[in-house]
């Protein structure tokens, strides 16, 4: 009896014995600690970026890297990484209904996104576009900058810019990567009377002035009159986009943007500025001012399974005549557009949604003309558009719609796309 307690109470000292060389030393548990505390910070800023994202309009909302309302503005988000890469692109397929109109298929857009975060206030974003695939001897696509600026926050309600950006005019001009729209190509109005994609060198401040209420102002480059050469395309011949850019004429623009209510967005927008450049293109316009005032209220709101969105938009231009002059071509006097537009999203299941849409567009080119000169009536056009958005992934979209225009039905036709943003 007394030989088994004494081997009971050996064999229970030495699993003691195991037990507490089992237990951790101070410094393994410091390590755990610190192990826990850094997954707890990884938790908190993935919650964060979630509950982010959550409060931005379905516009932007599923791009990673990208946060449309931190700032006002298009803004890139870092996460927790100092360099950020991403892009996106478009093919799209055109079949006209005349047959004179040649069929086509393009490769739209390639574009790459490059941003990097010197620290937690100093940034650099950028975005470099390929079109149409191909240049060779200076014809063929377009390889340009979309955007390169520096981007210091001097508080969390105060951000500036410094550099080639987007004009905060619209909606589109800033958001207007495929998976963020529907139809195959992007709305008229927002093509031909805001001239998008529409980016210009200049500084800027935005931030939120009242919760839920951004804005953002700032100085930039302005159109150049002398550069005016197809009345239907609005004033799209008379950007600049930052290459070797006439500098004689400044612009002035300011946008307010409220997102306070979940899936709203209602806002406005206003650019002005001169665009004779004092001749810098055309000598004809040496001493004219050539002003151009662009302006433009917007709304967007998702509920539900509905999505709806309007915009009117309308601009005017001082000195219509000498530039119609100058250039040989009829400026208009004053151009507008506006466009209505409602999707539904009726089938939805893991990455898969499909959501059929139906846009209408009135827009005028040449709205008003200088005296002594006549609009062409083809750009006073009406376009029905209807179709449907089928997305494999929230950043992968196929596109299909019908497009008529009711006054040049030589345009009429049906389109296929697709498009990514990653």
Do not use: C
């Not at 395309?233 to 986009?241: D, I, P």
Request: overall charge negative.
């Amino acid at each position: 009896m007394r030989k088994k307690m004494i081997a009971l109470a050996l064999t229970s000292a030495f699993f003691m014995e195991q037990a507490v060389a089992a237990q951790p030393t101070l410094e393994e548990k410091l390590e755990i600690l610190q192990q826990e505390i850094e997954a707890l910070k990884v938790q908190m800023n993935n919650n964060q970026v979630a509950q982010s994202k959550s409060s931005t309009i379905s516009l932007a909302s599923d791009m990673p890297g990208y946060d449309a309302s931190a700032t006002g503005g298009k803004r890139f988000d870092y996460g927790q990484s100092p360099t950020v890469i991403g892009g996106y692109g478009e093919a799209i397929y055109n079949n006209y209904r005349d047959s004179s109109v040649k069929d086509q298929a393009d490769l739209r857009r390639f574009v790459l996104f490059f941003g990097h975060k010197f620290n937690d206030r100093l940034r650099f974003n950028s975005e470099l576009e390929i079109e149409h695939s191909w240049i060779e001897g200076g014809e063929g696509g377009e390889v340009a900058m979309e955007q390169a600026y520096l981007e210091y926050a001097i508080s969390d309600k105060i951000n500036t810019r410094a550099g080639l950006m987007l004009m905060p005019i619209g909606i589109t001009n800033e958001t207007h990567e495929p998976p963020t729209f529907y139809g195959v190509e992007r709305n008229q109005v927002e093509s031909l009377i805001i001239p998008s994609t529409w980016r210009e060198l200049g500084l800027s401040a935005q931030g939120e002035a009242l919760p839920g209420l951004e804005y953002n102002v700032g100085i930039s480059t302005s159109l150049n009159a002398g550069k005016f050469k197809k009345p239907e395309n609005g004033l799209r011949e008379s950007r600049t986009a930052g290459g070797e850019a006439a500098a004689n004429d400044l612009g002035f623009f300011g946008a307010l943007n409220y997102r306070g209510v979940p899936g709203l967005l209602v806002g406005g927008s206003v650019f002005s500025g001169n665009t004779g450049q004092d001749g810098a293109s055309n000598a004809a316009l040496k001493g004219v001012a050539a002003r151009v005032t662009l302006w433009d209220l917007h709304a967007n709101y998702t509920v539900g399974g509905l999505d709806l969105q309007a915009l009117y938009a309308r601009g005017t231009m001082n000195d219509a005549d000498k530039v119609s002059a100058a250039t040989g071509v009829v400026a208009p006097k004053s151009l507008y557009g506006w466009y209505t537009q409602a999707a539904y999203h009726v089938w939805k299941k893991g990455d898969f949604d499909v959501a059929p849409f139906i846009r209408y567009e009135r827009y005028n080119t040449q709205a008003s003309v200088a005296d002594g000169y006549a609009s062409d009536p083809l750009n006073n056009e009406t376009v029905t558009t209807m179709g449907v958005n089928f997305k494999l992934h929230p950043q992968v979209v196929l596109k299909a719609d019908i497009q008529n225009f009711k006054t040049d039905n030589k345009k009429d036709r049906y389109n296929l796309g697709i498009g990514y943003m990653f």
